[in-house]
């Protein structure tokens, strides 16, 4: 199985283009010569645009993205779905991190001292934490597929950094960039008799 989440979020429309469109050709195509049976896209709900979307079936709303990295997103779902894909269009993520939905709520309420339809306004959500059990979910499950296939002299585990200060993680995340790499450090450097198929976090073994 083949979990593909990588994308640009900032404005730069050819960067967008090369990781998302580009980058999601390059990876299909490979899913495609290795033979992966299961591929699963995420993608985002702003590929439909503005709105307002009330009431509509599955595929019943034509995208119209506006910003570059929707548009981006939306021409790599192209490429995912000629591969066979299942593409995910989730809506508006929230939960802890988030810099822009709820934060951005509040400076609109602040700024505007109105309520949509007079709080009667309704907005399609999704928790960080489903998307993140999702996501981990899938890829525990491959590591595990991946580890029973190869030799015993290879090691094939899933590791968590932690929340890492980077330009996803943000200035405020409580761990450098070398701390979330330690683990996969030690890992990768770990014997031919070294642990494998499991999930690490802080060179500790999670259940799941």
């Known amino acids: ?31 495609g010569r290795a033979g992966v049976p299961r591929i699963v896209h995420l ?10 979307h009330r009431g509509t079936g599955v595929d019943q709303v034509p995208p119209a993205p506006v910003p570059a990295v929707s548009g981006s997103r939306l021409a790599a779902e192209k490429y995912a779905l000629a591969a066979g894909a299942t593409v995910l ?3 508006l993520v929230t939960g802890p991190g988030d810099r822009w939905v709820v934060p951005g709520g509040v400076e609109l309420l602040r700024s505007v001292p109105a309520l949509w339809q007079g709080g009667r306004g309704l907005l399609s959500m999704t928790d960080v934490a489903d998307l993140a059990r999702l996501a981990k979910a ?5 590591t595990l597929v991946v580890a029973a296939a190869v030799p ?26 070398e701390a979330g790499a330690d683990t996969v450090t030690w890992l990768a450097l770990s014997p031919d008799s070294g642990p494998s198929g499991g999930f690490y976090h802080e060179r500790r073994l999670i259940p799941w």
């Open 1 to 31: 199985m083949l979990l593909h989440l990588a994308t640009s979020l900032g404005p730069d429309a050819a960067v967008c283009k090369a990781v998302d469109v580009r980058g999601a050709e390059a990876v299909m195509a490979e899913a």
């Open 43 to 52: 993608s985002t709900a702003t590929v439909y645009g503005p709105g307002p």
């Open 89 to 91: 269009r989730p809506g």
């Open 138 to 142: 899938a890829l525990n499950a491959l």
């Open 152 to 177: 015993p002299s290879v090691q094939v585990n899933a590791v968590c950094p932690g929340w890492v200060r980077t330009r996803m993680g943000g200035s405020q995340a409580p761990l450098s960039a």
